[in-house]
């Protein structure tokens, strides 16, 4: 079975660009959340999509946005790209929220952004 | 707010050795904790998840535990190998609400085990 599936894997961007990352969960997983990892820090949670809700927000301002389709795939998109934004931008995904679920997530390989 | 933190910042040791990391996180209620590792440029492995009810995971030459009452878990890599070079990340998802898409990360200690 496929992991988690995100592209681009790589891309350049200039200040003042917009971009869209793209992430396809595990079959059968239902919750997607998205990271951004600046070099050597740890991931910092972006947004917590289910069902195609938003369950949660990270810390981060508001030209960052996502959404979540039909098919549990997601999109991350980020508006007039700051240098401070080049980063890992790492996708998870989740089988299900609530007690039921072990809360394990597993990660997709990221997209790596360097804004210029 | 929670928080993670992971020492050392970094390790190098011979191949052969057994050696422990450590992550503290500031708030016990926590649903679980996982421990990551991370190639250099990659996504993240998962390699323990610790229930918050659960003591110690094991898998293979790894073993993590968890002492949530402290704070605290380690993990322990017996007969450590070159191919254990890399980063290694703890996280944590705290209790409560639908957060369990959301972990909290520490930093990380960089692992270099050389032959």
């Known amino acids: 079975d496929a992991g988690v599936t995100q592209s681009p894997t790589h891309l350049i961007k200039t200040r003042g660009q917009h971009v869209t990352l793209r992430c396809s969960p595990i079959s059968g997983h239902k919750s997607v959340s998205w990271y951004q990892q600046v070099l050597g820090q740890g991931p910092q949670f972006i947004f917590q999509y289910y069902e195609k809700e938003e369950r949660g927000r990270g810390n981060f301002p508001d030209r960052f946005s996502a959404r979540q389709f039909p098919n549990y795939s997601s999109e991350l998109n980020v508006n007039a790209l700051l240098l401070g934004d080049s980063a890992l931008y790492l996708c998870a995904s989740s089988q299900t929220v609530g007690t039921a679920n072990t809360g394990e997530l597993f990660f997709g390989e990221g997209s790596r952004l360097t804004v210029l | 707010k929670q928080e993670v933190t992971q020492i050392p910042a970094a390790l190098s040791v011979p191949e052969g050795e057994n050696l422990v990391l450590n992550c503290s996180f500031t708030?016990?209620?926590?649903?679980?904790l996982q421990w990551f590792r991370q190639d250099p440029g990659k996504g993240l492995t998962s390699l323990l998840l610790?229930?918050?009810?659960?003591r110690e995971q094991t898998s293979g030459r790894l073993n993590a535990s968890l002492d949530k009452s402290s704070g605290r878990s380690t993990l322990y890599i017996a007969a450590s190998q070159p191919g254990d070079s890399a980063t290694y990340l703890c996280a944590v998802t705290n209790a409560g609400g639908t957060s369990y898409g959301k972990l909290t990360f520490g930093q990380g200690t960089i692992l270099t085990v050389h032959p």
């Open positions: 610790i229930q918050s009810s659960q």
């Open positions: 708030d016990s209620a926590i649903y679980n």
